[in-house]
Each structure stands twice: as structure tokens, then as C-alpha cells.
């Protein structure tokens, strides 16, 4: 997939080593973002983590020339794929690639036979949850139905992220 000045692709696993610097440049974003405070911005995805979820198959990353901008990191469970990880670099952002990133999941979750797009975020932060909204996702109200991503959230907070602000989206794919 080409955007005007990036490109997307299936994630390798030598991606893996240059992700983290990504994502840890874009959770400055967030340093400004009340009742963040606490948490720990330099906690990110290491190589060795993502690599097994790359050779997944479902994973994509964004250059722009040369340069990895961002990328997206999924996972299977079950008719879902879940988005763990979605991030564009600073110096990249405001250029499409995070929702080129999305809707590129989106069509290969539908191709492969899922039957949705899942994630976490936080529900009022405009890059986040809104963001998502307009991508298609819809937050999950009843977490009775969806024990994972209950789960998930249930995980989030134990670490320290505040749990009125966090979210389950997910996208029903046609």
C-alpha cells in the first residue's frame, strides 16, 4: 500500500529492532496528558516480543524512503486480531500512516477471515480512542461478552493505567 510520500508492508522480524525507538518517540506524546504521571513511558515492546507476534504474519510496518515511520503489531486470538501496539514516529505523524497502518489491518484481518478488529486505548485522548472511532471502532460497552479484552483492561489498570480513561474499541469487519 503507497501513501503519497510512505509505504506499508508486512512487518519482518529484523523489524523488530527498530521499533522500540518508535514506539518510545511517540509516548512523548502522551507526558502531557493528565493523570499520566505515573506511568512509565519507557516500558515498550522489546525485539525479543515482538518477533513472535511479526512471524505471525499479520503485522505491518510504514517507511517513509529508507526509514521506518511506524508500525502496527497484532495478534490472533481466535475470529479476532488484536492491535497491541500502534505507533508513528514524531517526525511522521499528521501524514495518514497511523490510519493507513489501521485500515490496512482492517483489510488483511478481512481477507484472512476474521471477523473483527479488536484494541485498547485510552477513550478521550484525540489520537486515541477518537481517532479510532473514526477508523470504524466502536467501544465495547458490555465487557461481559468480551472476557479477553475485560481482561485486558482489568491488566492495564493493575499497571498503573487509570481505568475512566481506558477503553476496549473493536471494528466488525463486512
Not at 506499508?8 to 523489524?15: G, I, K, Q, Y
Not at 522489546?46 to 515511520?69: F, S, W, Y
Amino acid at each position: 500500500m503507497t501513501g503519497r510520500d510512505w509505504t506499508l508492508r508486512l512487518a519482518r522480524p529484523d523489524d523488530a529492532e527498530s521499533m522500540p525507538a518508535i514506539e518510545r518517540a511517540a509516548a512523548e506524546k502522551f507526558r502531557g496528558v493528565r493523570d499520566l504521571i505515573n506511568v512509565d513511558f519507557d516500558d515498550v515492546w522489546e525485539p525479543d516480543e515482538l518477533r513472535p507476534l511479526i512471524r505471525k504474519g499479520h503485522c505491518l510496518v510504514a517507511h517513509v524512503g529508507e526509514e521506518m515511520a511506524g508500525f502496527l503489531v497484532n495478534q490472533p486470538f481466535s475470529r479476532e486480531l488484536h492491535i497491541w501496539e500502534m505507533d508513528v514516529h514524531p517526525d511522521y505523524q499528521g501524514r495518514g500512516i497511523g490510519a493507513g497502518l489501521i485500515r490496512a489491518c482492517q483489510i488483511d484481518a478481512h481477507n484472512a477471515g476474521f471477523k473483527a478488529v479488536t484494541l485498547t486505548t485510552f477513550r478521550d485522548v484525540p489520537w486515541n480512542g477518537p481517532f479510532y472511532a473514526r477508523l470504524g471502532f466502536e467501544e465495547v460497552t458490555a465487557l461481559d461478552a468480551h472476557p479477553r479484552l475485560a481482561s485486558e483492561l482489568a491488566l492495564e489498570v493493575d499497571n498503573g493505567l487509570p481505568a475512566d480513561r481506558r477503553c476496549a474499541m473493536i471494528h466488525f469487519l463486512g
